[in-house]
């Protein structure tokens, strides 16, 4: 059997501290040939100088910052291999991590696989085993901070983590990969969604340890582009049917998100979000066009993947309670209505 050839795209974005180790525990993977290409994104460290040279890595120097999905698909474009697999300039791999989950990712019926994401100065703690999702577009790190013994068998998840997975190169070309208008946040779950829609499963590699340098913030920029970013994904992945069935909870979340907007000083972030996708109406429905003529299978089934409920240890909201009741209870009653489309 012939060894995978893998192209690994990494991006470089500010200091930087951990790309040098990042890199050379890619360049040394086993049982696989690798190539590594870093998208130089606006690095301010000194990481760049010290990764050009290394054998079997190509530096892409870009004029301005594209963000996560427009580097990524700079970086994509470039590739040779068989397979890619993106991996984040903060995490790093185990020697055999990218060959086990290539190993998966090429199992008929997988569209794209993940490893198991440690945290890394306790790399016996998970910190996502994949990410679950909500019916109204939230996603989170699942299993965050629990045993990796407790997250310790492969199983099919409802949404992949950008952080380390593998992919067909030609099935991402096939999907157009990212879309460069995500700039950052939330394209991991569009991509999920619209392999789900061609009936591919996501698989999660137990055994394929990464360590991640994992730093949860909370900053402006931040919150309007996941906010943003997760009502894109709503408009142009859900079919209409289901934009209609689940209006009433939509709206509601809305509600719940400007609340919590206004108690924690983002409002505006918020609105300019909502602002954005009224000045980009007309790509929005060029995209929802797109995605909807590419799918294979209806919203029914992947229903069954969501949730109607957000995780009370995660998320500090006020009135987290209430949305749940509210969310949780309209979801088990709309569940079957989505099953008849």
Excluded at 9 to 37: K, N
Excluded at 62 to 85: I, K, M, P, R
Excluded at 293 to 310: H, K, Q, S, Y
Excluded at 318 to 339: I, R, S
């Amino acid at each position: 059997m012939a060894t995978p050839r893998i192209t690994v795209v990494m991006l470089a974005y500010g200091p930087e501290p951990y790309l040098v180790d990042a890199a050379r525990a890619v360049l040394a993977s086993t049982d696989i040939t690798v190539e590594l290409i870093v998208v130089d994104n606006g690095c301010t460290g000194d990481g760049i100088d010290a990764v050009k040279n290394l054998p079997g890595v190509r530096v892409l120097s870009l004029e301005h910052n594209t963000g996560y999905s427009g580097g990524c698909a700079v970086g994509a474009a470039e590739a040779t291999g068989d397979w890619l697999a993106f991996v984040n300039s903060d995490a790093i791999v185990a020697a055999d991590a990218l060959a086990k989950t290539t190993a998966v990712a090429a199992e008929d019926g997988v569209g794209a696989a993940m490893a198991s994401i440690r945290l890394a100065d306790r790399p016996d703690l998970i910190n996502t085993a994949g990410n679950p999702l909500h019916f109204a577009g939230l996603s989170w790190a699942g299993g965050n901070g629990e045993p990796a013994t407790a997250h310790a068998h492969r199983r099919s998840v409802p949404s992949l983590s950008g952080c380390c997975f593998v992919i067909d190169r030609h099935l991402w070309r096939e999907l157009d990969g990212f879309a460069p208008e995500y700039f950052a946040y939330h394209e991991d779950t569009e991509l999920s969604l619209r392999l789900r829609q061609r009936g591919l499963r996501l698989e999660y590699v137990p055994d394929a340890v990464v360590r991640h340098h994992y730093e949860f913030s909370r900053n402006a920029l931040k919150l309007y582009l996941v906010e943003r970013n997760r009502l894109v994904t709503l408009f142009t992945t859900y079919q209409a049917r289901t934009l209609v069935v689940l209006a009433p909870a939509l709206l509601l979340t809305e509600a719940a998100m400007l609340t919590t907007a206004l108690a924690d000083g983002w409002a505006r972030h918020k609105i300019r979000g909502w602002r954005w996708l009224w000045q980009h109406r007309g790509w929005l429905r060029s995209r929802r066009r797109q995605l909807q003529a590419e799918r294979l299978v209806p919203d029914g089934v992947i229903a069954e993947l969501m949730t109607g409920r957000l995780p009370l240890t995660d998320v500090t909201a006020p009135g987290l309670g209430v949305f749940n009741m509210l969310a949780g209870t309209y979801w088990t009653l709309a569940k079957p209505l989505l099953k008849r489309s």
